[in-house]
């Protein structure tokens, strides 16, 4: 069971390059969310999904779009990178809560080390 | 989501027990408390999860308060390998996407 697989590990972008951050996971979670965190600091939300083709802003969302096409993946985007987007970004899934309500933990990924110069 | 403090760093000697404090006064009363420890840089590590009752499980063991305005922590025999950062957050309403907001966590040092 690979759990939340994030590609790539590593990479560094030029200032106004764009890339995608890959995100899957196989354990059919419907909610995924984004994070960064930047260094000494906790983790912020920039994106999450409820659900394939349902997504939503959280925290720190300018500069980053998502899209939610299947239950899987849930890729972040970078369309114009700028150098305060440096940054580790994590992805987590977790399944709905069960029927008591008590909710899931969050599952992460490995994250994605990103610089940008 | 509630907002919690955490000291930010606290050390423990191997073998010991490891208590890692939490207050989150504005907790709501169907939130719940999460704990996850993050390694190095690696992804956060779910540890535990409570609302009301204290809770164990193969990794530590979680009690919180009665007025559930603070939690406490336990890792029962801490060792080298527990040496984490560790976040303490309230959230996660049921019926919602349980949104989490970490803090900067509480850095422990687990010692010989």
């Known amino acids: 069971n690979a759990g939340v697989t994030q590609t790539p590990k590593f990479r560094i972008l030029k200032i106004g390059q764009s890339m995608t951050l890959q995100c899957a996971q196989d354990m059919n979670h419907n909610y995924m969310y984004w994070y960064r965190q930047d260094p000494g600091m906790g983790l912020k939300l920039i994106y999450y999904?409820?659900?394939?083709?349902?997504?939503d802003k959280g925290e720190v969302p300018n500069g980053y779009n998502v899209s939610r096409s299947t239950t899987e993946d849930f890729p972040l985007r970078l369309e114009l990178a700028a150098p305060s987007q440096t940054s580790v970004y994590f992805c987590?899934?977790?399944?709905?809560?069960?029927?008591?309500?008590?909710?899931?933990?969050?599952?992460f990924g490995d994250g994605t080390r990103l610089s940008i110069l | 989501d509630a907002k919690t403090t955490q000291p930010p760093s606290m050390d423990c000697a191997e073998g010991r027990a490891a208590n890692l404090p939490c207050n989150h006064s504005t907790i709501s009363g169907n939130e719940y408390v999460y704990w996850y420890r993050q390694i190095h840089s690696q992804g956060p590590q779910y540890i535990i999860h409570g609302l009301k009752n204290n809770e164990t499980n193969e990794m530590a063991s979680l009690i919180i308060t009665e007025d559930r305005k603070s939690s406490t922590l336990i890792l029962p025999h801490a060792t080298l390998r527990d040496t984490a950062v560790y976040y303490c957050?309230?959230?996660?309403?049921?019926?919602?996407?349980?949104?989490?907001?970490f803090g900067t966590g509480t850095r422990l040092q687990v010692t010989l």
């Open positions: 999904s409820v659900g394939a083709g349902i997504t």
């Open positions: 987590a899934s977790r399944p709905p809560g069960t029927g008591d309500g008590r909710n899931q933990p969050q599952h």
């Open positions: 957050i309230g959230g996660g309403r049921g019926g919602t996407a349980s949104k989490l907001t």
